[in-house]
């Protein structure tokens, strides 16, 4: 099946910085992704929806100028967290449908995720 | 997007065929159902997708009564390896990518 990457995997910073998060599909073209947070032992929790060439989509609650995202190519979504604070340490997962249409209904590849952890 | 509802966890021994039911009375015309399993700090990863009656793959198997109000995750012979939280979801748009909302998921516990 299809790969979607994240790097990186594990990042410590100090609060009050910024971390950016990349999110990659390896072996297709993925104009829309998706980014999820899930903390521990909890589900996962949708942010926002990446559109490549336009504006992400927020998920109501969710800061649009804290959790910066750019899809600025058909393979590539970030996730920049903007002034991080220790509440903002998670498990951040992106996620990228493939196919649709009227073969089949698309599947969603995720990637391995990404243990934030703010300082 | 269609609400689903499962068991919060569940036990069962090696070697055991375990059932999982998820819920979801208000499943559209055009939703399938997908179940994901993941691993802890792990994404999840797809297990199995169905529209109706019955969908088997090389490891699970997905059985959707008529209504399809309801479907159920069946894993032969769980091994300590298939420890692991299963989420069922339901939707879709041919031709069109509709975000997906996970829900509590099923926390599956294999006991040697």
């Known amino acids: 099946g299809a790969v979607v990457s994240q790097h990186p995997s594990r990042v410590i910073c100090k609060s009050g910085t910024s971390v950016k998060i990349e999110c990659r599909s390896l072996?297709?073209?993925?104009?829309?992704m998706f980014w999820y947070r899930q903390f521990p032992k909890q589900s996962l929790m949708l942010m926002a929806t990446?559109?490549?060439?336009?504006?992400?989509?927020?998920e109501q609650g969710v800061e649009k100028d804290k959790f910066l995202i750019n899809h600025a190519s058909l393979t590539l979504s970030t996730l920049t967290v903007t002034s991080a604070h220790p509440e903002d340490s998670s498990f951040y997962i992106c996620?990228?449908?493939?196919?649709?249409?009227?073969?089949?209904?698309?599947?969603?590849?995720f990637g391995p995720g990404t243990r934030l952890t703010v300082t | 997007l269609a609400k689903t509802t499962q068991p919060i966890s569940m036990d069962s021994y090696e070697g055991q065929e375990v059932n999982i039911t998820c819920s979801h009375n208000?499943?559209?015309?055009?939703?399938?159902i997908t179940w994901y399993q993941q691993f802890p700090s792990q994404g999840p990863r797809f297990i199995i997708q169905?529209?109706?009656t019955k969908v088997t793959n090389e490891v699970a198997s997905l059985f959707i009564p008529a209504d399809r109000k309801s479907s159920t995750l069946s894993l032969p012979r769980v091994s300590l390896s298939d420890t692991a939280v299963y989420y069922c979801?339901?939707?879709?748009?041919?031709?069109?990518?509709?975000?997906?909302?996970f829900g509590t998921g099923t926390k599956l516990q294999v006991i040697p």
């Open positions: 996620s990228a449908p493939e196919g649709g249409g009227v073969r089949a209904p698309y599947e969603q590849y």
């Open positions: 169905g529209y109706k």
């Open positions: 990446s559109n490549e060439g336009s504006k992400a989509t927020y």
């Open positions: 208000n499943i559209a015309t055009n939703d399938y």
């Open positions: 072996d297709f073209q993925a104009t829309t």
């Open positions: 979801l339901v939707g879709d748009i041919p031709g069109g990518y509709q975000k997906v909302t």
